[in-house]
């Protein structure tokens, strides 16, 4: 099992800035991954970034240029830093963790932090 505290949600104004963190423990030794979800209201969760072991980082083409994701390896801590906030990123944003175990795939959740962008 994987545990994950998110922190850092909260209202802005557009054209803000916020900083999430979510930070894993319990068997982190199984992540190869972590990264951030989000779900607006009537709309599907979908993915915003994430950050491999390896280094490798992805991001969604609606958050390109504006959001950027990094982890700490050493504390098992991804952060999310949004930049130019607009009222369509307002969501419910997931912490995840990609996990192996016995070489299958499990996916781990946190309870989610609320980000609201007003214009």
């Known amino acids: 099992q994987v545990q994950l505290v998110e922190s850092g949600g909260g209202l802005v104004q557009a054209g803000d800035s916020l900083r999430l963190s979510c930070k894993a423990s319990g068997s982190i030794y199984k992540i190869t991954a972590l990264g951030w979800y989000r779900q607006a209201p009537g709309k599907q969760r979908e993915l915003v970034a994430t950050?491999?072991?390896?280094?490798?980082?992805d991001l969604a083409d609606s958050v390109k240029g504006r959001f950027a994701i990094s982890r700490d390896y050493a504390e098992y801590t991804v952060f999310l830093q949004m930049n130019t906030l607009k009222p369509e990123d307002t969501a419910v944003y997931y912490c995840?963790?990609?996990?192996?175990?016995?070489?299958?795939?499990?996916?781990?959740w946190g309870q989610g932090t609320q980000v609201t962008v007003s214009s």
């Open positions: 995840h963790a990609a996990t192996r175990f016995q070489g299958l795939p499990y996916d781990f």
């Open positions: 950050a491999a072991n390896d280094g490798s980082t």
